[in-house]
């Protein structure tokens, strides 16, 4: 039979890594496919620079349009990035009954619901795998290996960038921004890399690994989302001392009133396998009722990691191509006719514990004053860690592990903490999540 034509839209650095990687590989990719993988087509804006990742392996054009109108090409394979353009060509590449691959996570996150409803009616297949957590194949687990289960809550740390970042500060005591200049040159981090370090990129994985955890539509507009550029130094070096570890964490719960969704710095437990993923590495802890714990690793980045994901998913479209687009593993995990509209919770509503940290007058019934107020909150403290006053100082920093409440209890107490005159500064807050 012959090799299935493949046109990529990208030769950037994913696109690079995918050449790298059918190239080395294509004897014992076509052995599993059972049938050869040819990229007979590549369009990028920049032909010259293209050709130094393409080597004359296939025509390199500038418009992207003229890859989708290609009658041989069967497969797109959309590694552009971001909302617009891309948008346009993959629904067109759609629209024209070609399959997509694509990487792009913000765009599955954001238009993910029109996109597969545009391939459903076409009965094309989209598949994306590189787009959460770049080499792991972790929507292949959610999607097949976890299908048995009922998923109760996943917690990721889906972007390289971040960890990178926060494990520089902790372990080399590097400032933030010379951390962030290392993640982007190492090529960790996204073109505009405040959605590495808003959040917003965890987000758009957190959003689509929660629609195909709990059968409900991509919802990344409901996400709650904080980055890591509020995050102390000195909070990570306390949250230290007292055996936990700060990560911005992607996190999806199913509970009785409905799915939280929500990526923010977290502490946990230093001895949980996750608090110890380091760097750019990723790993995404997933909780289903029969499994248990599960716990996936590895590169969330980078030219042959995410090349790795791309290239798995062009063997599935040469292996269910043929199949009745009926009987393929749906898009988003569940049936069309059974994703459920579950409502995302407002913050207020999500439980979870807290570390607080406050600046505080190092005077008697201070504390008995600070408990007073988080009681009247039914909130409880799990531990308390209060620094010495330094010489000379009549201040101190106190910090309080409370035990699991409500957003919204604890934001109250927070207010009124606050209100104190011996409460000398904003209360930090930074979530807590056991993880067991
Ligand atoms: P790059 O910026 O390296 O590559 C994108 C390429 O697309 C560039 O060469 C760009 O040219 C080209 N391009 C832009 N507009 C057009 C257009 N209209 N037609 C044709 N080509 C165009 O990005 P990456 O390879 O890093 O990322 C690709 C996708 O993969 C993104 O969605 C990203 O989020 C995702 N991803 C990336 C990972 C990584 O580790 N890099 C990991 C996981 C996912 P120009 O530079 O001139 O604009
Ligand atoms: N900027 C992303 C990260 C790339 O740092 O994780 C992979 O999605």
Redesign the pocket.
């Known amino acids: 039979m012959n090799p299935i034509q493949v046109g990529l839209?990208?030769?950037?650095?994913?696109?690079g890594g995918v050449f790298t990687v059918l190239n080395r590989n294509q004897e014992e990719i076509e052995r599993r496919a059972g049938r050869g993988i040819e990229i007979s087509m590549v369009?990028?804006?920049?032909a010259k620079?293209?050709q130094e990742i393409v080597k004359g392996r296939a025509p390199i054009v500038?418009d992207?349009y003229a890859v989708i109108r290609d009658p041989n090409i069967e497969v797109v394979i959309e590694?552009?990035?971001?909302y617009g353009?891309?948008k346009e060509l993959v629904l067109a590449a759609i629209a024209q009954g070609k399959h997509v691959v694509?990487?792009?996570?913000?765009?599955i996150a954001v238009h993910g619901n029109e996109i597969f409803a545009a391939a459903r009616d076409r009965g094309v297949i989209v598949a994306f795998e590189?787009?959460v957590a770049?080499g792991i194949p972790i929507i292949k687990a959610l999607r097949e290996g976890l299908t048995a289960n009922r998923i109760e809550w996943i917690a990721g740390i889906i972007n390289g960038t971040t960890n990178f970042i926060l494990s520089e500060m902790r372990d080399k005591g590097l400032d933030f921004d010379v951390a962030l200049k290392q993640a982007q040159e190492l090529?960790?981090a996204?073109?505009d890399p405040t959605f590495d370090i808003e959040g917003i990129d965890a987000a758009h994985k957190a959003s689509i690994m929660s629609a195909i955890a709990f059968g409900v539509p991509v919802q990344f507009d409901k996400a709650h989302i904080e980055g890591i550029t509020q995050l102390a130094p000195i909070d990570i070096r306390y949250a230290e001392e007292l055996g936990y570890r700060i990560k911005l964490l992607g996190i999806t719960k199913r509970t009785s009133h409905g799915i939280e969704l929500r990526v923010h710095p977290t502490l946990i437990p230093a001895n949980r396998l996750i608090a110890s993923v380091e760097g750019a590495m990723n790993a995404v802890q997933v909780f289903g009722d029969a499994v248990g714990t599960t716990l996936y690793y590895g590169k969330?980045?980078?030219?042959e990691p995410?090349a790795s994901a791309v290239i798995a998913d062009l063997v599935d479209v040469v292996r269910y191509q043929s199949v009745d687009p009926d009987k393929r593993v749906p898009y988003l995990a569940f049936q069309e006719d059974r994703v459920i509209n579950t409502v995302v919770m407002p913050m207020g509503e999500i439980t979870t514990s807290y570390y607080l940290r406050l600046k505080v007058a190092d005077q008697t019934g201070v504390l008995a004053s600070i408990t007073k107020i988080l009681a009247e909150q039914d909130i409880s403290i799990d531990a308390l860690l209060q620094k010495e006053a330094l010489q000379g100082q009549s201040q101190t920093d106190l910090i309080i592990l409370s035990h699991q409440t409500q957003e919204k209890k604890m934001l109250l107490a927070i207010e009124k903490i606050e209100q104190l005159s011996t409460t000398l500064g904003p209360v930090i807050k930074i979530r807590l999540e056991e993880l067991s």
């Open positions: 839209l990208g030769a950037g650095t994913v696109g369009a990028d804006l920049d620079r293209a500038s992207a590694l552009i990035g971001g353009i891309a694509t990487a792009n996570k913000a765009l590189a787009a770049g090529g960790y996204e073109a969330g980045a980078g030219a995410t």
